[in-house]
């Protein structure tokens, strides 16, 4: 779509503020549609009155949610404005498109994103077409109905001019606005008036060398001339119908017809009475409007709105019938748009669009884009189980070959899910989820291949995006709780202390454990509150363990800290809260730390888990012997324990143990010892690991062979007697 040039070139000066900026927008815009608008007002009044909306566009552009539907109401605006000719939508949509983002896309409360930006006006543009559309629509029912009426109306004079006076009759026939001709009941065209006449080209003998049933056109709908024959027999009155014809250039009319039948004084049918309004604009407008708003504009691809029309046919159910859906996201198409800008961008997906085109030309096939750089192909058939996947190789084929743009080479991957079944079995809504997210396996596994989609990974996501929506309230409504592992000492078997593990209440999945959740956790942000909580909850019952057994050393109490964690800055500041609130002495904290997490760490990583263990507070290395570090960085990390992964204790299950097991847990045993670090050993199933470990001089244990995780009053009950 074009803008005026008036309105196309760049702003003089840079205009001052939100409301200066606003104001340059609605300067362009009314420079852009005054032209192709009938109205009484001055330019700078349309400008003042095109304001108001251009606000309103504003804010649609920044509402959070958002939500593009109000535009609509811009569309039905310009509608009422009497800014109905087509280039006057046109150029609005090109106005929006170029300036919306440029003039008003700072005047929100917060900044967005270039790419947030684009797609929140894309919707907008398609929001206001469609409102401008429907707009158009019911301005033009009010008309057709007002039409009607005349129609009536002239019906009603005519008769009465038939059966008064020949005059009258021929008054109200000449000057209608509306074509309107006179036939007998055997279709033979006895008179017609100077609009009908134009209508058809101008030329009154082409009109009257016909029959009235002889203006057949492929296109009439099927009950037109049932009607018809109805109306000549007399057993119908009138009926009206959209019908086209053909003009004598070969062109074709579009009409709204209404036929009534013109009885005689007696009641007998006489003659047949054809009142016609020339629609043929008005239906390309409509159809040029209906193609804007179900066609992608960059790429001129069908949009998602068509998609999911078709979709939604090829899924109702037919006998024998089914369908195929490739849903195609391209890899590391945002580095491109970031190094060589949306431009470029643009053009990529244009040559995309193209090629995806290519391979979708059999019948039952279409292409769509839904947005950004993702694409669909629909295939449609009896055969869709191998059409579907031969469709998804032609698409990563068609891809493969570099894209040449401003003379570089560009390499284009993408990851395609793939969806197949018969029709009738889903909604269009679940079909596009399950291609969504094996899509999104497909690029996990490395992306530039194609994925089937699979009922069991999909109910698996399914489930970790509701976990994922739910764990934000979770935490307020109090899902989570603690349960507690003892650490026993190996040398007398006494209780050591414990390590806290949070556990998740989830009101439909039953109890969780953290594999199912920390990661998401992590993924959202969430698990620095939730830490934060574990570690108060943890604290506050070590100090309880305290106050209860006063015999012996201080508990301990292990918390294991995330890779997120690490990274906050409020790590030792919050931790030292949680310490003087509880009044728990820092030695008896022992924070875990994965092996992996600190693989490569630099000193400002370090540095908090430092500050803790200068004040007391033991670091453990978990999971040690699973992150493949190298052994001399445990000098410059601040560690106090190791704890051993549990699958150096799995081979001494067996009688006898393995001595490669055995040697290594044995050098490591040396290694940490000759460190002055403890080692804890995790997964301690049987009294003869418990034993062979003593032996080889590992410090604590935990696992199964004492206690299984439980509440806190369990380690009070292993407090009082011998753990084993």
Request: charged share 25%.
């Amino acid at each position: 779509m074009s803008i005026p040039a008036q309105a196309s070139g760049a702003p003089d000066a840079e205009p001052d503020g939100p409301e200066g900026r606003l104001r340059r927008f609605a300067t362009i815009w009314s420079r852009a549609i005054f032209p192709s608008t009938a109205t009484s007002m001055t330019r700078p009044e349309f400008e003042e009155h095109l304001l108001p909306l251009a606000r309103e566009l504003s804010g649609i552009l920044h509402a959070r949610p958002f939500d593009a539907a109000p535009a609509q109401r811009v569309g039905a605006a310009l509608v009422a404005a009497h800014c109905t000719d087509p280039d006057a939508l046109s150029s609005s949509l090109g106005v929006v498109d170029s300036y919306l983002v440029l003039y008003c896309g700072g005047n929100g409360p917060v900044a967005l994103s270039t790419e947030d930006s684009r797609a929140r006006c894309a919707r907008i543009q398609h929001a206001l077409a469609g409102g401008f559309t429907q707009a158009l629509r019911e301005r033009t029912l009010a008309e057709q109905e007002a039409i009607a009426r005349s129609a009536l109306a002239a019906r009603s004079q005519a008769e009465q001019a038939l059966h008064a006076t020949e005059e009258r009759f021929r008054a109200v026939f000449k000057d209608a606005a509306i074509g309107i001709g006179i036939a007998d009941l055997d279709g033979n065209i006895l008179e017609i008036n100077d609009t009908l006449t134009r209508m058809f080209g101008g030329l009154e003998n082409h009109v009257r060398s016909h029959k009235v049933n002889e203006w057949v056109h492929p296109e009439d709908s099927p009950h037109v001339w049932k009607y018809y024959d109805e109306l000549v027999r007399g057993e119908r009155e009138h009926y009206s119908v959209e019908k086209p014809y053909y003009r004598n250039d070969g062109t074709v009319l579009w009409t709204n017809l209404t036929v009534s039948l013109l009885r005689d004084p007696q009641g007998r049918p006489e003659y047949q009475l054809a009142l016609m309004e020339d629609t043929t604009e008005r239906r390309l407008l409509n159809l040029r409007l209906r193609y804007e708003a179900t066609h992608d504009a960059l790429t001129g691809l069908p949009n998602r709105t068509l998609f999911f029309e078709r979709l939604e046919k090829a899924l109702a159910f037919r006998e024998d019938m089914r369908f195929g859906l490739c849903y195609l996201d391209l890899d590391g198409f945002k580095a491109i748009n970031d190094s060589l800008g949306h431009a470029a961008g643009d053009r990529l997906l244009v040559e995309v669009a193209d090629r995806l085109q290519s391979c979708a030309t059999a019948p039952g096939e279409m292409v769509a884009r839904l947005g950004g750089d993702e694409f669909v192909a629909l295939t449609t058939g009896p055969r869709t189980q191998e059409e579907v996947h031969e469709l998804a190789g032609r698409i990563l084929s068609a891809l493969a070959t570099p894209v040449r743009l401003d003379g570089r080479e560009l390499t284009v991957r993408g990851s395609v899910g793939v969806v197949e079944g018969p029709s009738g079995s889903r909604t269009a809504a679940d079909v596009l989820r399950s291609a969504d997210i094996t899509m999104y396996r497909a690029k996990a596994a490395g992306g530039n291949r194609f994925a089937l989609a699979d009922a069991a990974a999909d109910a698996r996501a399914i489930t970790r995006h509701g976990l994922t929506t739910a764990l934000p309230t979770a935490l307020d409504r109090g899902e989570f709780f603690i349960e507690y592992q003892p650490l026993v000492h190996l040398g007398d078997g006494t209780v050591h202390g414990a390590e806290a593990l949070v556990r998740w209440c989830h009101p439909q999945h039953g109890v969780l454990g953290p594999d199912r959740f920390i990661p998401l956790a992590e993924h959202t942000g969430l698990i620095v509150p939730l830490g934060r909580w574990v570690l108060e909850e943890s604290v506050r019952q070590a100090n309880f363990w305290q106050e209860r057994h006063t015999d012996g050393g201080p508990l301990r109490i292990n918390v294991n800290l995330s890779p997120t964690q690490l990274h906050h800055p409020g790590l030792v500041a919050e931790t030292v809260d949680v310490l003087e609130r509880s009044g728990l002495e820092p030695g008896a904290l022992c924070l875990e730390v994965t092996e992996s997490a600190l693989i490569g760490a630099d000193d400002d990583l370090l540095k908090p888990l430092r500050q803790l263990a200068e004040m007391g507070v033991d670091i453990a290395l978990d999971d040690f012997g699973t992150g493949y570090s190298n052994l001399a960085n445990l000098r410059r990390l601040p560690v106090s324990v190791l704890k051993l992964d549990r699958s150096f204790t799995q081979g001494m299950q067996q009688h006898p143990a393995d001595p490669v097991d055995l040697k290594i847990v044995e050098g490591i045993v040396a290694l940490a010892h000759s460190l002055d670090l403890a080692v804890t050993v995790e997964g301690v199933e049987t009294g003869a690991q418990a034993e062979q470990l003593r032996r080889i001089g590992c410090d604590t244990a935990q696992g199964w062979y004492y206690a299984r995780p439980g509440a806190p009053d369990r380690i009070h009950s292993l407090l009082l007697a011998d753990a084993v």
